[in-house]
């Protein structure tokens, strides 16, 4: 079984920075996708980013350069360096890892919040 510990969310004023990370542990597949998603209240869940075991990323058009996903194949992590942060930015982000049967598990989610 596969488990997700996310960190590195909290509050930022607009036009900060902030450095998540989710460590994966357990019987893990190295052939993954791991990506980051984020749902405000009401809304759905959406992909802001993905990197797949070969390093090809994938960024949600809302990013516009101003994210960045990498990985640690060597401790199973998965981090999203996200600059110029705006309050739109404010949601829960999830981390999600995807594996080749299909089978995907997903973190508890870490708040951020961009106060303008």
């Known amino acids: 079984q596969v488990h997700l510990t996310e960190s590195g969310g909290g509050l930022v004023q607009a036009g900060g920075s902030l450095e998540l990370s989710c460590a994966a542990s357990?019987?893990?597949?190295?052939?993954?996708?791991m990506a980051w998603y984020r749902q405000v209240p009401g809304k759905q869940r959406d992909l802001v980013a993905s990197i797949t075991s070969v390093g090809i990323t994938y960024y949600g058009d809302f990013v516009k350069g101003r994210f960045r996903i990498y990985r640690d194949g060597a401790k199973n992590t998965v981090y999203l360096q996200m600059n110029s942060l705006q309050p739109e930015d404010t949601a829960v982000y999830y981390c999600?890892?995807?594996?080749?049967?299909?089978?995907?598990?997903w973190g508890q989610g870490t708040q951020v919040t961009v106060s303008s």
């Open positions: 357990g019987s893990i597949n190295s052939n993954n996708r």
């Open positions: 999600n890892v995807l594996f080749p049967a299909g089978s995907n598990v």
